[in-house]
């Protein structure tokens, strides 16, 4: 889904050794105690434009549900990823 969209660099999820593997695309990690604005701080270091997680991840993807500045793109099969508006 990442290579359809367009995504070309960093990710920000909870598994970025897996990632980066399946993809190519470099990743950072989530952090999976803090809420959803310092997700959204971390990621914008990076210049990370989309999160991807697999299963659930502490807080997420629960937390990023309703919060603003978060966009569900897809959600299937235990596979979740949002966009950081």
Same mark, same amino acid.
């Given at each position: /889904?990442?290579?359809?969209?367009? +995504?070309?660099?960093? +990710?920000?999820?909870?598994? #970025?050794?897996?990632?980066?593997? %399946? &993809?190519?695309?470099?990743?950072? %990690?989530? #952090? %999976?105690?803090?809420?959803?604005?310092?997700?959204?701080?971390?990621?914008?270091?990076?210049? %990370?434009?989309?999160?991807?997680? *697999?299963?659930? *991840?502490?807080?997420?993807?629960?937390? *990023?549900?309703? &919060? #603003?500045? *978060?966009?569900?793109?897809? &959600?299937? =099969? =235990?596979? /979740?990823?949002?966009?950081?508006?």
């Amino acid at each position: /889904w990442l290579h359809e969209a367009g +995504v070309s660099g960093p +990710v920000m999820t909870t598994q #970025p050794y897996s990632l980066r593997y %399946a &993809s190519g695309l470099s990743a950072i %990690a989530l #952090p %999976a105690g803090d809420p959803p604005g310092t997700a959204r701080q971390a990621a914008g270091r990076y210049g %990370a434009r989309y999160i991807a997680g *697999f299963g659930r *991840f502490g807080r997420y993807p629960q937390d *990023f549900q309703g &919060s #603003p500045g *978060f966009t569900e793109m897809l &959600s299937e =099969g =235990g596979l /979740w990823i949002y966009r950081i508006d």
